[in-house]
């Protein structure tokens, strides 16, 4: 595709659903990445996957937040357990490598709302 | 304190005016971008940069790496202009992937 996608764009639950949010990257990137961005917050990184290495995932606020990369390509952030404080906008971004002089291209964002 | 902190949390100009934004840093290094997110939440890369001065367009970001500052720079502003600028840097030392972000700052440009 052109761009980075993701879905859903909006996404509605309640407290304590498990709920699954999906990034497609542009094709041919290696590194994908997960941020957060809460209502009235900053960006904040949650995870991040390049090519086949283990991924880094020191920024994942508690065990009930979890992702995987199928086939170095799509990847799926998982939450169980949903808590209220979970509601925030998740953006997906991806380069062609991780390294720091690599142009990172974000996706619209998942807007996640835990009732 | 945030390690990366950015000045003026708003800004509103006119039409016209250079506009600068001010981005502070407390650990080294290895590279720095700056974000733009309009309203709607579109995130686009404006810049990333380790040393010097770079230039797109009207759009214009320098670094200086012994002061830990950056700043980035609109001349001749426009309302399109309006949206959310955010510095993020990629620490020295840790793994690639990893951005800080700033707490970013409302830009908004008046006609």
């Known amino acids: 595709g052109a761009g980075v996608s993701q879905s859903p764009s909006n996404k509605v639950t309640e407290k304590g659903k498990d709920v699954e949010l999906r990034c497609d990257p542009i094709s041919g990137h290696t590194a994908l990445y997960w941020y957060r961005q809460s209502l009235g917050q900053g960006l904040e990184f949650l995870i991040y996957f390049q090519g086949n290495s283990a991924p880094d995932k020191s920024g994942l606020p508690s065990d009930r937040f979890s992702a995987e990369r199928t086939g170095g390509s799509v990847s799926t952030l998982t939450i169980q357990r949903t808590q209220q404080e979970d509601s925030a906008v998740y953006l997906c971004?991806?380069?062609?490598?991780?390294?720091?002089?690599?142009?990172?291209?974000f996706g619209p964002g998942t807007r996640l709302t835990v009732l | 304190k945030n390690e990366v902190e950015q000045s003026p949390q708003n800004l509103t100009a006119q039409e016209g005016e250079f506009i600068t934004i001010n981005c502070s840093y407390s650990v080294g290094i290895s590279a720095l971008h700056w974000l733009q997110q309009h309203p709607g939440g579109g995130i686009v890369s404006l810049f990333m940069l380790s040393s010097g001065k770079k230039k797109h367009g009207r759009l214009i970001a320098t670094i200086n790496i012994q002061e830990k500052h950056s700043s980035l720079h609109i001349t001749a502003s426009h309302p399109r202009d309006s949206a959310v600028y955010i510095c993020?840097?990629?620490?020295?030392?840790?793994?690639?992937?990893?951005?800080?972000f700033g707490q970013g700052t409302i830009l908004t440009v008046h006609p």
């Open positions: 971004a991806s380069s062609l490598f991780a390294g720091e002089y690599n142009e990172q291209f």
């Open positions: 993020a840097v990629r620490a020295g030392g840790t793994s690639y992937g990893k951005l800080t």
